[in-house]
């Protein structure tokens, strides 16, 4: 069992120990499983509460309580500009300036959004390039947005999938596409990090491809944003979104987050939906006919700050702030390298097929792993649920699981590897 040595609880123990970059851990509420934590790999899908989001929530009741109306101007943080506290936090999670991002809404909403501004087919160039398997909301979007401009999603939608035998996108396939369609493409549109695969694109070589051809290109960062470090503002990303309730531990539902670049943020001539929120914030106030927008991507804003879902957000971000998305990423290298060498080796010592469908590459990769257990289906998944493994399945034969480097420890992977020994094994052993 020499395979396995590594995955010893006193060795992990050790790993964590000595990591460089300390734990976060006890920082946050780890969900139970009888009197021990749960071994939770589900970050990807919803964060775990910081343990700092209750006394943020009370502070923003009390204040509620206390100030009425009043607390727009007189609470500790007060309403009025709420959203500012988000513009320190989101900039070092994504790379960008301060007048580049706002904390607003819901990710599929942001989405639309940014769409009517950065979606403008006209003549023949109509096309939108975007992932094949997409997750279901931002298909969806996409091709609303298409049928509402009088286009043919069939038509309209160019979706670039895996070569045959392979599971990653290969970025030369987009840009074979956009010159496929010279002349045609309107938008090229891309999980940054892909859902299902956990594969992360090559965001700036998208972007070059995309501009070359004459095309916007955005982003949806849901599994990317506090996952791995962003530049968008260098990469030269049009337009960008994600949630706050997956990495960024922001809670179930939380406001979502969106990105438009500098060069987009000020020109008033700009296609967008606009609501009193996105109005020059010295004059809002003054309740004026004429919309003059804030000339920063809170120009996009429509409505006041849901404050007391925003009371989450504010202090998880500031664990980001403190921890630095550069350390979180070096720890979850080490991580994810840890969980995939466990696998491999239960795989060698149980002799059965563990497919991990991520890219292998840590470059192309997030913290997520995906994996297929062949021969195996959906009864695996169970049987880790039972032994207190909280991972997800995705249809039809996908086991997701995502070490987060604020929480995860060497010691959650190495209790898993041994769980996932015990319920891999093909048959009872001899005695
Ligand atoms: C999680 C996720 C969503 C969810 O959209 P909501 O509007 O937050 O419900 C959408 N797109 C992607 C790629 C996601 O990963």
Redesign the pocket.
């Known amino acids: 069992m020499n395979e396995l040595a590594l995955f010893e609880l006193t060795k992990a123990q050790h790993l964590d120990a000595e990591d460089p970059v300390p734990s976060r851990r006890d920082e946050f509420h780890i969900p139970p499983n009888g009197s021990q934590d749960s071994l939770y790999f589900t970050g990807n899908s919803l964060g775990l509460q910081p343990r700092s989001a209750q006394e943020a929530l009370k502070t923003e009741l009390d204040d509620w309580a206390k100030h009425g109306v009043e607390g727009h101007f007189r609470a500790q943080h007060p309403w009025v500009n709420y959203h500012e506290r988000f513009a320190e936090g989101l900039k070092h999670l994504v790379g960008a300036q301060s007048n580049e991002v706002v904390a607003m809404n ?4 942001n989405l639309h959004l940014l769409l009517v501004s950065f979606y403008r087919p006209e003549g023949r160039r109509k096309k939108i390039i975007c992932e094949a398997k ?2 279901p ?2 298909q969806y979007a996409l091709a609303s947005q298409v049928r509402y401009h009088g286009g043919n999603p069939e038509e309209d939608i160019i979706e670039i999938g895996a070569r045959p035998g392979a599971h990653a996108i290969d970025e030369a396939d987009i840009e074979a596409a956009l010159v496929d369609h010279t002349g045609e493409v309107a938008l090229v549109m891309m ?1 940054g990090m892909q ?1 299902f695969t956990g594969q992360w694109l090559d965001m700036p070589r998208i972007v070059r491809a995309a501009h070359a051809a004459g095309a916007i290109c955005g982003f ?1 960062l ?2 990317a944003v506090g996952n791995v470090p962003l530049k968008l503002h260098d990469w030269d990303v049009d337009f960008a979104c994600w ?1 706050s ?2 990495y960024l531990n922001s809670g179930p ?1 939380a406001v ?1 987050g969106a990105f438009v670049h500098e060069r987009h943020v000020s020109d008033a001539d700009i296609a967008r939906f606009e609501g009193w929120w996105g109005h020059n914030a010295q004059r809002r106030f003054l309740m004026e006919p004429q919309f003059e927008g804030m000339g920063t991507a809170e120009a996009w804003q429509m409505s006041n700050a849901p404050v007391l879902n925003m009371a989450v957000h504010a202090v998880a971000l500031e664990q980001f702030l403190q921890a630095g998305m550069d350390n979180l990423r070096s720890k979850s290298l080490r991580l994810t390298a840890y969980l995939e060498s466990g696998i491999q080796a239960v795989a060698q010592v149980n002799d059965v097929h563990l497919e991990i469908i991520t890219p292998n590459d840590p470059a192309r990769r997030g913290c997520q792993l995906s994996l297929v257990a062949h021969g195996f289906g959906k009864q695996l998944f169970e049987r880790l649920t039972e032994a207190g493994v909280v991972v997800d399945w995705r249809e039809p034969n996908v086991i997701r699981m995502a070490p987060v480097p604020m929480y995860n420890t060497f010691e959650d992977i190495a209790r898993f590897v041994h769980v996932l020994k015990r319920s891999t094994k093909k048959a009872p052993q001899n005695a």
């Open positions: 819901a990710l599929t909403v997409a997750f909301s931002d999980g859902y949806d849901a599994h949630c309730y997956k539902g979502a």
